[in-house]
Every structure is written in C-alpha cells, then in structure tokens.
C-alpha cells in the first residue's frame, strides 16, 4: 500500500483529504504542522507528501527541501492558495512533482497523486532495469510531442519534456543550456508550438553568425537610404516575430552594444526600424539558446548581467546525449526512418555489435552527431541491418576513458549501460585505490548535488561548499561540463 504523509495546518482539509485518500486505498497519515511532518518523515519513508505552502511554522519551500535531503525520491505535491504560477515554478526547479491549488477537487487531487506515484515506480524500475540492453523499441505517436521531436523514456528526457509543457503556457523568457546538437532549437521550437502562440510565427536568430554592422538592422530592422546601402526597407526579427517567439541562438556571440539595445527593446516592448521614428509595439516571447557559460562570460565583462536576468525567467538544461540512456536507440531508429524515406531504402535495424556501440560513445556532437551518423549509415548498409563497418572508427573503435569505466554510475543520471562493456581497464583498475575511492565519492556528490539544484551552478558551489571556478574546475576534470 503506497504511504501518503499530509501536511496542512487546516485539520479540516488535512482530515477530509486523510478520508478520502484512505478510501481510495492508500496508507495515510496527517501532521498539523511543519515540526510534526518532520517528525513522521524521520521515522517513515513515504512514497509522497502532500505539503500546504504556508504553515504556522514553516513553509512548502523548507519541507520541500528537507525532504529531498532525507529521500530524494519521495514526491512531493504542493497545495497552495495562492495561484501563483512563479512560487510553483520555484518549487518544481527544486523537485516538487506538481502543485494543486485550493479549492481542493477529488478528481483532480487523485490524478496528480496516481500520476506522481506512477512516475515515481517507472524512476524505479529505470534505476532497476540498469543492465538491459534495448529491445528494438519503436518511436511511437506520443514520442513525437511536435511532428520531428522525439521525445524519449530516460528520466532526464522525461524531466526535459516536464519542463517543457510546464513552461510553455506561459510568457516567461526563457535560457536553454547545453551542449552542441542536444536539440536546444528543437526544444525551443517545441516549446513554441506547445504555447498559446503556436500559430504565431516562430523566428530563429543565430546570434553566433551576426556581424557586428549587420546585427541592429537584423534585430530591428531599418528604412529604405537610413545609411549607406539600406537599398530597400527591412523588417527586423522582432518585428517578424511580433505575436510569437524569437529564438536568439548562441546568444553569448552578441557585442555589448547589440545587447543594451535588447535589453531596452525587451523592456520597453516596442521597436523602431533604423532610420525611423514611428515605435512598433510588441509582444514577442523570447527563448534564447547557448553553450557557452554565461555567467563566466557575465564575471568577464562580456555579457550584461541585466540581460542575462531578463531572459533568465526560466532555465532549462539540455542533457548530453551519453545520458539519455534508452534514447539514444530510440533517436537512432526515429533517424533511421527518416533515412529510409529519404534514400527509398529498407534498413529496418541496427545490429547488436551497433547498438553496443551507440550506448558507449560519448556522443560529443550529441542528438545532431547520431543523426549523422545514422544518415551515412543508412547509405552504407547493403542488407536490411546496419553493420559495424558502416560506422566511422572513432565510434566502432571506441574505448572509454578509464575514469568512466569504472565508476558504478558513468556520467549519468540513471543508467549504466556502460558497465556492460567489460573493457579491459575495468579489470585492471585497482578498485581498492584511495584516490580513486575519493575521486568516486566526489563525483557522485557533485552529480547528486548538480541534480538537486537543477544544474544551477552557483547553488551547488554553494551546498559543496566549494567556489564555483572550483566546481568548474571538478566538473571539467569529471568531464561533467564543457
Ligand atoms: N528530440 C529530438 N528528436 C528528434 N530530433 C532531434 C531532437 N532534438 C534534436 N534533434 C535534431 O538534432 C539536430 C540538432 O538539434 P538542434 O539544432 O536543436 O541542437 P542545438 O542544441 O541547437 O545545436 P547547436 O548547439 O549546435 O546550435 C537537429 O537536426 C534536430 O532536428
Ligand atoms: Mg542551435
């Protein structure tokens, strides 16, 4: 029977709530306030909180945090009376499953507490299920969230598409982190057409390639003779974008300059073209990508800290591909597909030597490499399997770093296909080395702590105590960032 802990200092709701679960076959008990939650969770483990924001003697945040101290996989439900969108936000960015907001419906209260407890069993049976190889798993409709994306079973996949469908109803800017070719465009692009915006135009910007002369017309726009070869009148991004997104990719490229002139356009919600008076208004969402380090670029000099807090109203942090576990064969045979369709040929599936070596190599091109990868392979293989052969060396000669090896918990949040290969270093390596043993510890509190604060740097640096150019540091010689 799934144990469910309520905390609400309104006995009335807290005894209703406790009767009504209890009737729907769950083992509940009640505390009236914040001490005497704790106490129960000190002595039981429970498989959900349900927690009600204000307390006499505490709050939602502090219980949340707390809990996820004692057991990280307890899931938390928020109750609050207060809608407010941004509070909940904060609380989901720090590990509470969902939020329900008074007046309390059964119906809806059973269906956020059936879902939590149903994605708390599959984390389980991810975490369980380590070794097993994929079968030949197919990219089904509910996978593909906007026509192209796929959106994957691993458990950063499925924290990536909560984040997705929580953010985008809303206006908020948003900053997509990560690596190069983890799909930060897609996401962008998906967040737009899961948004009320999603027949408003979506337009993408790559900040990376922009002149220094060619940026402001770009941004802005400008009138036909408002300088030296302004042959014609231009509409800028922001005006195309106008009632839907603009994507700025690679947003760290931009000068200084550029930048002030963004950030009064986004604060102001108005743009003039170049060269003319008459102001346009505006309601554009802005989602900007980069891989760069922004706040390192924010202590250099380089990127307004302004800014960097405007489009910060949400973060989202794109997984490497060598942490998707499952995903990557579910990408690979979506990306086989398509290769069928576009060469007119039958290769139906990867052989187990492949899929071996897909689940091993650190994909440093990430999503975009694999769809490479797959492409050309698809072109080599002569049967209706792709072969080794068909794959580039540096992927069927992979070997992975001892380091990775050895840890029981390769640079990843859940899996550990990894341990499968039994490559020779994993034998050799002297599991009884101090430094190593320390090494390992280390690696697992930054990753748990990384994943505690939702990979916010500065709060990690923080808990571990350590500064953040010393995280970076860890992390680099992890090969845990960029
Ligand atoms: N979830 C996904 N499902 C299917 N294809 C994807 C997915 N995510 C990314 N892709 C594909 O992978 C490639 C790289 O994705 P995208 O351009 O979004 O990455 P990026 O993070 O913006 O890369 P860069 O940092 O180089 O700009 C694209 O071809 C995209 O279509
Ligand atoms: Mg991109």
Redesign the pocket.
Known sequence: MKKILIIDDEVNVALLLSKFLTRNGFDVETASNGASGMDFLKNNEFNLVLCDYRLEDTDGREILKNIKTLYPKTGVIIITGYSDIKMAVELIKMGAYDYITKPLYPDEILNTINKAIETQYALQQEDEDVAAIPEKSKTNKKQ??AG?????TSRP?KELVRQIELVAPTNYSVI?L?????????????IHLSSPRHNKPFIAM?C?SLTKELAASEFFGHEKGSFTGALYTKIGHFEMANGGTLFL??VGNLSYDIQAALLRTVQERKVKRIGSTKEIDLDVRIIV???ENLQDSILKGRFREDLYHRFNEFGIY?PPLRDRGN?IML?AE??LKIANEELSRAVSTFSPEVVECFLNYRWP????E??NIVRRAALLAEGDEVPLKALPLEISNYKMPAFEAYSPNPHNFNHGQHQQTEAPEVKEHPKHDLKNAALEAEYETILRVLREVNFNKTKAAEILKIDRKTLYNKMKAINLGK
Do not use: C
């Open positions: 593909v969230l192209e994306f796929v959106v994957g996949s997509i990560g690596e190069s070719g983890t799909g930060k465009e897609a996401v962008a692009k998906s790559d990376g990719d690679e990508a980069t891989n794109m995903d990408l979506h990306f091109g990430n999503i975009r694999l769809k």
